[in-house]
T-cell receptor
Framework: DGGITQSPKYLFRKEGQNVTLSCEQN?????MYWYRQDPGQGLRLIYY???????QKGDIAEGYSVSREKKESFPLTVTSAQKNPTAFYLC?????????FGSGTQLSVL | RKEVEQDPGPFNVPEGATVAFNCTYS??????FFWYRQDCRKEPKLLMS???SGNEDGRFTAQLNRASQYISLLIRDSKLSDSATYLC?????????????FGSGTRLSIRP
């Protein structure tokens, strides 16, 4: 089945630690997106990538980093500079004008 | 001004009522528009795309007004299962890149 796989489903971060959220897709889509969602809020764009080896900052990129070395993979690193990382993180791709989502990663701070 | 704005609600309406949401967008070059539904802590699901001519899917009707830069969603004969957050989504194309922006969502609660 084609789709987007996010892992892990739940992740805990200690103070000062960097953590990486995985997003893998086998839909052969070029564009991939990372969003953050806080409780009771909408989705805010962190980073997006239109093509391999290229990505752009979204509206809340500070404290995050990404890479796009392969078409299938768009990992998101939450760095120690992100002081309030607790949120639900969603990865998405777009194809035929439709968005496809992973099932999300809930990140919490220990 | 936010690129995509929605009334956060919550809208609390009785079963069977008709309810309507609006969403405004700031970039006139925006290309495509959608309504998504999201249940708590789940990924959003596509409800419907929005076209200038308007489109209807059962109890749901979506409209796009490019001149005033807003889209709307109308839900008729609301059901308890319609309770969710409804997200307005705009695809803003800049050169060859698509930037997908979500509204903050409108919470809808249907009461028996």
């Amino acid at each position: 089945d084609g789709g987007i796989t996010q892992s892990p489903k739940y992740l805990f971060r200690k103070e000062g630690q960097n953590v990486t959220l995985s997003c893998e897709q086998n839909l052969n889509h070029d564009a991939m997106y990372w969003y953050r969602q806080d409780p009771g809020q909408g989705l805010r764009l962190i980073y997006y990538s239109q093509i391999v080896n290229d990505f752009q900052k979204g509206d809340i990129a500070e404290g995050y980093s990404v890479s796009r070395e392969k078409k299938e993979s768009f990992p998101l690193t939450v760095t120690s500079a992100q002081k309030n990382p607790t949120a639900f993180y969603l990865c998405a791709t777009i194809g035929d004008e439709k968005l496809f989502f992973g099932s999300g990663t809930q990140l919490s701070v220990l | 001004r936010k690129e995509v704005e929605q009334d956060p609600g919550p809208f609390n309406v009785p079963e069977g009522a008709t309810v309507a949401f609006n969403c405004t967008y700031s970039n006139s070059a925006s290309q495509s528009f959608f309504w998504y539904r999201q249940d708590c802590r789940k990924e959003p699901k596509l409800l419907m795309s929005v076209y200038s001519s308007g489109n209807e899917d059962g109890r749901f009707t979506a409209q796009l007004n490019r001149a005033s830069q807003y889209i709307s969603l109308l839900i008729r004969d609301s059901k308890l299962s319609d309770s969710a957050t409804y997200l307005c989504v705009v695809n803003m194309r800049r050169s060859s890149a698509s930037k997908i922006i979500f509204g903050s969502g409108t919470r809808l609660s249907i009461r028996p």
